[in-house]
């Protein structure tokens, strides 16, 4: 039985060969509708032998996705976009499948790479697949991308689009297989993902017009909403959602976004509600621990988190936000542990590795925190927290001149940085240096007690006795 693989693009020049190639041997036709490109992307499609067919956009990716299914010739359709691949030992369930009677149409796995691992559904990457091998975990969701050619099977929705089984004949039937679609489209370029999100924001308002009565509609519009870090607009659409629907995982988005705002109450009892309606999940637990460890309800938060474990022992959040939980409650070890197995868990996770590093710095083992924290300020030169922290090290361990080059790096000047700046000069005894920086980290900041005390050492070494008495008084008078 023969295949016609589907695609639409726009504007995908350095993706779309790679898509085509990782299905190409089984497909018997490929067809690409274009619908705006203006980079080489049809050059591209044109080397590979292929006649892209042009389409005007309309606001729409139903619309477009639905006119290669009217190209198409073939007895199945394989659906895909640019920034997707199957690998090669999937590609041979695929051809079973369609040589057989039985289903109308099959979900296959949509993996969506992601950086960080808080996303809902967040899942280890165990690197069974080489395309997935530069990502630490993925979040699945099946999707029907695998049907029968026929004119009653056609996508629905101007944005997040799909084959929809509610909308469709119930004569109609459809199975799983476990075929893994890898998805980027989370993982590429910065720039990328922001214009994605702002235009499916601006499709979502666009359905909710002509469409006010669409639950789904609302709901995919809140998570753009919090996606692009507008909570209040996306709280407003997950309690719509609630209303048309009373599907208690609106409430779960809606508390994420309540926590966002600080609005503790409001999300712990929109997650406390939730789990009355029988969601009993990780994540409404994982949000209720966090919501506890924001208000420092520990012995609460901690009890949430001990749930989220049990349930996937597998959760660097949950190791890493109960070892927080331990920090505070004064259990370092217990705390240690934690981050240690968050890190295992997902090599990546910068926080933990920060916080790890932290625990070990205090307890005077400088070189293995030192180890943990320069890989992460190497590849992430842009977080301040990671770099002051290594700085801090750097000094504590008295190393003043790989603190003044972890600090030159850096472009913001912040109060913090200053006073790191000036307490490596003092290490170094360059008292004027050292002074001048620490006074300007005080104008920006009058808390910070070790500029003082750093302030009326040198003073002290000055012979200004009477100033470095002052400042040695001022750091009593803030405790």
Not at 66 to 88: G, K, M
Not at 427 to 433: C, F, G, M
């Amino acid at each position: 039985m023969g295949i016609s693989l589907c695609m639409i693009v726009k504007n995908e020049q350095d993706w779309v060969e790679a898509a085509v190639h990782s299905v190409r041997s089984i497909v018997s036709e490929v067809i690409i509708v274009d619908t705006g490109s203006t980079d080489s992307t049809l050059d591209r499609i044109q080397a590979l032998g292929l006649s892209p067919l042009k389409f005007e956009w309309k606001d729409s990716f139903a619309e477009a996705r639905n006119a290669s299914l009217e190209a198409a010739t073939q007895p199945w359709i394989l659906v895909l976009d640019a920034d997707e691949r199957i690998a090669p030992g999937d590609l041979a369930q695929i051809v079973r499948v369609t040589e057989r009677t039985g289903a109308d149409g099959y979900h296959l796995i949509q993996r969506n790479y992601v950086f960080g691992n808080q996303a809902p559904g967040w899942t280890r990457n165990a690197g069974d697949y080489e395309e997935g091998k530069s990502y630490a975990g993925y979040v699945d969701n099946p999707l029907i991308r695998l049907f029968r050619n026929s004119p009653n099977l056609r996508f629905h929705g101007a944005v997040h689009e799909i084959i929809d089984p509610s909308r469709l004949s119930r004569d109609l039937k459809f199975a799983s297989i476990p075929v893994v679609i890898h998805h980027y489209g989370k993982v590429r370029e910065q720039e990328y993902v922001a214009s994605k999100q702002h235009f499916y924001l601006a499709l979502g308002l666009k359905k909710i017009q002509e469409d006010p009565a669409n639950s789904k509609a609302y709901f995919d519009l809140g998570i753009q909403y919090q996606e692009l870090g507008r909570h209040a607009e996306a709280c407003t659409c997950f309690e719509r959602t609630f209303e048309m629907t009373k599907t208690p995982v609106a409430l779960l988005y809606g508390a994420i976004s309540e926590k966002r705002l600080r609005n503790y109450d409001s999300a712990s009892k929109l997650l406390k509600r939730a789990l009355k309606l029988g969601l009993d999940t990780f994540e409404v637990h994982l949000e209720l621990g966090n919501v506890y460890l924001a208000q420092d309800e520990l012995l609460s938060a901690g009890a949430e988190y001990s749930v989220c474990l049990k349930i996937n022992p597998e959760s660097p959040i949950a190791a890493f936000n109960q070892g927080l939980v331990q920090r505070r409650m004064g259990d370092a070890r217990a705390a240690e542990n934690l981050y240690e197995r968050a890190l295992q868990i997902d090599p990546t996770f910068r926080q933990a590795a920060v916080e790890l590093a932290m625990l070990r710095a205090a307890d005077k083992r400088y070189p293995e925190a030192i180890d943990l924290l320069k890989p992460v300020v190497e590849h992430h030169p842009e977080l301040r927290d990671a770099r002051l922290a290594l700085a801090t090290t750097y000094i504590q361990a008295n190393n003043p001149d790989e603190a003044l080059k972890v600090l030159a790096a850096s472009s913001n000047m912040d109060a913090v940085a200053l006073c790191l700046l000036g307490v490596a000069h003092f290490q170094k005894e360059n008292l004027d240096e050292a002074q001048r920086l620490l006074e300007a980290a005080l104008r920006q900041d009058r808390s910070l007690k070790d500029a003082r005390v750093n302030l009326a050492r040198i003073y002290e070494r000055k012979g200004d006795h009477a100033r470095a008495q002052r400042y040695m008084q001022s750091v009593t008078l803030t405790k």
